[in-house]
T-cell receptor, first 112, second 112 residues
Framework: DSGVTQTPKHLITATGQRVTLRCSPR?????VYWYQQSLDQGLQFLIQ???????AKGNILERFSAQQFPDLHSELNLSSLELGDSALYFC???????????FGPGTRLLVL | AQSVTQPDIHITVSEGASLELRCNYS??????LFWYVQSPGQGLQLLLK??????LVQGIKGFEAEFKRSQSSFNLRKPSVHWSDAAEYFC??????????FGTGTRLQVFP
């Protein structure tokens, strides 16, 4: 158990819908990262937050957004969902810059 | 460009045999290197990491990896594989931006 929790574990929804994925980092970790794992793209970095502020952006679609709250949990919002958004979404956390990232169990999203 | 290459998509070994999983990276700055393991339906578990110092690093579950700067490689090894090692293994590189760049993964199958 990495100490990073993600909810829900599974999510099934329809095209055009909006979903919210939640992540709670390890106790004391200030950085939260979101990654997407899909069969065609592999593991791709989406976005990073550090102590409530966005720090880095990767291959994140405009339909996707994220935020980190004062209690340091983070949410990834996916809207206008398409079939191709079906993937495993991971959250990871770390304490400070350049430290090890510890991954949560992921949320498996299926868009029908 | 920053990238990680894992040339072996699928490796099959017999239980008790030795294992080496290859990883080559391209990174403009001093790399921080990681190996993660993903069992079916599970998240990513950190096996080991290299930041600096001794180029041979020990990890969990009897794994080790050697950093070779001249070859831009960070190969993962285990002297004797157990059936429970069957999983997918990901090499990753990171740096100042902190995002991780992952390879495409190597699926390890272990025969009794």
């Amino acid at each position: 158990d990495s100490g990073v929790t993600q909810t829900p574990k599974h999510l099934i929804t329809a095209t055009g819908q909006r979903v919210t994925l939640r992540c709670s980092p390890r106790s004391g970790d200030l950085s939260v990262y979101w990654y997407q794992q899909s069969l065609d793209q592999g593991l791709q970095f989406l976005i990073q937050y550090y102590n409530g502020e966005e720090r880095a952006k990767g291959n994140i679609l405009e339909r996707f957004s994220a935020q980190q709250f004062p209690d340091l949990h983070s949410e990834l919002n996916l809207s206008s969902l398409e079939l191709g958004d079906s993937a495993l979404y991971f959250c990871a956390s770390s304490g400070t810059f350049a430290e090890t990232q510890y991954f949560g169990p992921g949320t498996r999203l299926l868009v029908l | 460009a920053q990238s990680v290459t894992q040339p072996d998509i699928h490796i099959t070994v017999s239980e008790g045999a030795s294992l080496e999983l290859r990883c080559n990276y391209s990174y403009g700055a001093t790399p921080y290197l990681f190996w993660y393991v993903q069992s079916p339906g599970q998240g990513l578990q950190l096996l080991l990491k290299y930041f600096s110092g001794d180029t041979l690093v020990q990890g969990i579950k009897g794994f080790e990896a050697e950093f070779k700067r001249s070859q831009s490689s960070f190969n993962l090894r285990k002297p004797s594989v157990h059936w429970s090692d069957a999983a997918e293994y990901f090499c990753a590189v990171g740096g100042w931006t902190d995002k991780l760049i992952f390879g495409t993964g190597t699926r390890l199958q272990v025969f009794p």
